[in-house]
């Protein structure tokens, strides 16, 4: 990799996002630091990092941010959200959200910089995923389905990328300790269920930066929750049974 990228970083404002922004402001590379927040990301104040207030919940929104773009190098999507409750009890708001920005937006933003990277034949998009969209549990239905299908986008948008010397990463963290848990769970009921085992939002970041550059298909964090994902592809009866009691805690 080049001493100086052109990176995009996608809910930038808190949590690993933000993290991403601070180390990859250290390297040298220019950020495009992109969240819905003004204030927030006004708190951004390297030189190298270039901020742009977008609403990634509305197609007009991505539109928007995308006439904004300079050429990228690189595209990290960050930005989700969720909500913790049975499918059932679940508002068309809420679903509506949780589809929008973890799955319309980064297909969106990808089907337009996808065309210049091809034209380079240099690129690479990385998605945070999450453990989520291998293993679902009950409260997170929905939650779970948009990163199921982040795996079946990328899994498709690698092959197609391929051709092109365009890499195609997922990262795929299990619980993380962000703000993203305090709107996802009011109730901190998950939170102090999963203290003991929550990720740091610095962990996902050092491991999403260092994918850059490389022709990694997906990480998986912590790693062993990517023994249990792969149980859970051949027996999944079996792993629903001897977890249940681990994947009720929300």
């Given amino acids: 990799m080049s001493k100086h990228k052109t990176i995009l970083v996608t809910g930038a404002t808190s949590g690993v996002g933000k993290c991403i922004v601070n180390i990859l402001a250290t390297e040298g590379h220019t950020i495009i630091a992109t ?28 539109h928007a941010l995308l ?94 990328l391929a051709p092109f010397n365009v890499q195609v990463t997922t990262i795929h963290p299990g619980p993380i300790d962000t703000p993203f848990l305090d709107h996802a769970d009011q109730t901190a009921t998950y939170r102090d269920a999963m203290k003991n085992v929550l990720l740091t939002p610095e962990q996902v970041a050092e491991a999403t930066v260092k994918t850059i550059g490389r022709n990694v298909r997906e990480v998986n964090l912590p790693s062993y929750m990517a023994i249990s994902s792969k149980l ?10 001897l977890g249940k009691r681990f994947f009720n805690k929300k």
């Fill in 67 to 160: 006439e904004k773009l300079p050429v990228i190098d690189i595209a990290i999507y960050s930005a989700g959200v969720g909500t913790f409750a049975y499918a059932t009890d679940l508002t068309d708001a809420e679903i509506e959200q949780m589809l929008h920005v973890n799955i319309q937006a980064p297909i969106i933003l990808t089907k337009a910089l996808s065309h210049q990277m091809i034209e380079r034949k240099n690129g690479q998009f990385i998605f945070i995923g999450s453990q989520a969209g291998k293993v679902a549990t009950p409260k997170a239905s929905v939650y779970a389905a948009t990163k199921h299908a982040i795996i079946g986008f990328t899994n498709a948008l690698r092959m197609e």
């Fill in 35 to 62: 969240g819905r927040s003004k204030e927030a990301l006004q708190s951004f104040t390297a030189p190298n990092i270039q901020m742009i207030q977008a609403d990634l919940s509305t197609i007009e929104g991505n």
């Fill in 232 to 241: 859970y592809a051949v027996a999944p009866s079996l792993v629903e049974k």
